[in-house]
């Protein structure tokens, strides 16, 4: 800690020289004189609102106790001269540099000998609140969460107004010193966890959070490389935190990023969706055990159809039409390897079109390469068809984190199918249960396969069937 000098005239040198205010064109140094005292003034331009900072020029030109001797601590001044909603008195420099870089204004004088002023009057550039892209519902709130951390925890406050809610601050990245804020509910979320959860944010050591949520991420957990499945949900919708924290979980929120963890995660939990809550019990009931059916069959859809055209001796009779007529030219590995491959480089490039012409070059691209590639013999009907179904099936759930994981491990199993038949199949089936049993998340003592192992019936039956609220 590095206290402000005594000597107003070292206190402006090093925080010219920090703050580099002469090559910095935002970094705004304002100095004024009052009856025969100077303040300087730091802030960001940008970051501050103008309005409020001219007022209070204004009216710290009218204080009569500018050098009175009952003003001349900080503290002293603070309490009688500076009307601000958000102020606070600071005797570290690093720390003041600190809320100057992250939008706050700084006031120092050679009235105070022991410190500076902090006055927080930022306005942060911030887009106006949507629905998400990624995580719509047919009825509900069409808010979410932007990249300013302070609008997403007042959209939590706005729905939870409760006295036992918490929002503790903390600061993460040498260079970025990204606003982090962990929201929790006091005497429902594990006191434990809580205590895990902010050990583990104030020992990491990082320069900065480039990208945001994810790499808060990779600095909670140091995973295995080779592990798909996703370890933390994220949500971009302030109905669904509020929601996740009421049910004892603790929400994470990063600046710069329009998502907020949920924490403890389980592999259960990304197959619920906020849409199920705006529907009565028995329809969101419904919806629910569709979308798990239909995904957790598309797992298998793929590897079972090539196991069984692969070795017709397995196949039921009756089910011979599963066959294809006309294969194509190319092996059938090959082609669902292809088409999945295809698939996502049709994702990557609708990604880069245009939103107007996005969809429409998304349905035309896949209808005209499609028809091309079984005319001119390359891919077999049958493999486009079944492929359709699982692309259409992995956006059932709106994690695409882990429709990749099931997509790499469905991959791995198609090859080791054409290397050992059953026996293949039956490893690549083990494969993605051993990466999922032993996927590390920040769950403390919780499994990822939680509430089934350890079973939990009353949790378990919650994910499955969607039930009314008592």
């Given at each position: 800690m590095r206290k402000f000098s005594p000597d107003f005239t070292i206190n402006i040198d090093t925080l010219d020289s920090e703050l580099n205010v002469r090559e910095n064109f935002d970094i705004i140094k304002r100095e004024m004189l009052i009856n025969s005292h100077r303040v300087v003034m730091y802030y960001v331009d940008g970051f501050v609102s103008a309005a409020i900072m001219q007022k209070l020029m204004m009216h710290l030109s009218t204080v009569k106790e500018f050098g009175a001797t009952e003003a001349r601590t900080v503290e002293d001044?603070?309490?009688?001269?500076?009307?601000?909603?958000?102020?606070?008195?600071c005797y570290d420099i690093?720390?003041?540099?600190?809320f100057v870089l992250s939008g706050c204004s700084l006031i120092v004088s050679d009235v105070f000998y022991d410190g500076a002023i902090i006055v927080d009057a930022r306005s942060y550039p911030a887009r106006v609140t949507a629905e998400p892209e990624n995580d719509k519902v047919m009825r509900g709130s069409r808010d979410g969460f932007v990249e300013t951390m302070l609008f997403n925890t007042a959209m939590i406050r706005r729905r939870i107004r409760d006295t036992n809610l918490v929002v503790k601050y903390a600061s993460v990245g040498e260079s970025s010193k990204t606003d982090i804020s962990i929201v929790y509910i006091?005497?429902?979320?594990n006191p434990k966890y809580v205590k895990e959860i902010e050990k583990r944010i104030s020992e990491i050591k990082t320069d900065a959070l480039v990208m945001g949520h994810q790499s808060l991420i990779?600095?909670?957990?140091?995973?295995?490389?080779?592990?798909?499945f996703p370890k933390v949900r994220c949500t971009e919708r302030p109905d669904s935190a509020c929601a996740s924290i009421l049910e004892g979980s603790i929400i994470v929120i990063c600046d710069n990023s329009p998502e907020a963890l949920i924490l403890p995660t389980g592999i259960f939990d990304f197959?619920?969706?906020?849409?199920?809550?705006?529907?009565?019990?028995?329809?969101?009931?419904?919806?629910?055990?569709?979308?798990?059916?239909v995904f957790w069959s598309a797992i298998v859809l793929i590897p079972v159809w090539y196991l069984l055209i692969t070795n017709p001796h397995l196949m039921p009779q009756g089910l011979e039409f599963l066959i294809p007529r006309d294969a194509g030219n190319i092996p059938i590995l090959a082609q669902l390897l292809i088409v999945e491959l295809v698939i996502d480089g049709l994702k990557l490039a609708s990604l880069n079109t245009p939103s107007v012409m996005s969809?429409?070059?998304g349905v035309i691209g896949g209808l005209l390469l499609g028809d091309f590639a079984v005319q001119v013999g390359w891919l077999s009907a049958d493999v486009i068809f079944y492929m359709a179904i699982v692309s259409m099936a992995s956006f059932t759930q709106s994690n695409y984190e882990l429709g990749y994981a099931f997509k790499f491990v469905r991959m791995i199993t198609l090859i080791l199918i054409a290397l050992f038949d059953v026996w293949g199949f039956v490893a690549g089936m083990l494969i993605g249960i051993i990466l999922i049993a032993t996927n590390p998340?920040?769950?403390g003592k919780r499994s990822y396969l939680y509430p089934l192992i350890p079973f939990n019936w009353?949790?378990?039956?919650?994910?499955?069937?969607?039930?009314?609220?008592p």
């Open positions: 001044f603070v309490k009688q001269s500076v009307p601000s909603v958000e102020v606070d008195a690093d720390k003041a540099e600190k006091k005497g429902k979320a990779e600095c909670l957990i140091r995973h295995k490389w080779y592990n798909p197959l619920q969706e906020t849409d199920d809550y705006y529907f009565p019990p028995f329809t969101g009931s419904y919806l629910r055990i569709v979308r798990q059916l969809n429409s070059f998340t920040i769950n009353d949790a378990l039956s919650r994910l499955v069937f969607r039930r009314k609220k």
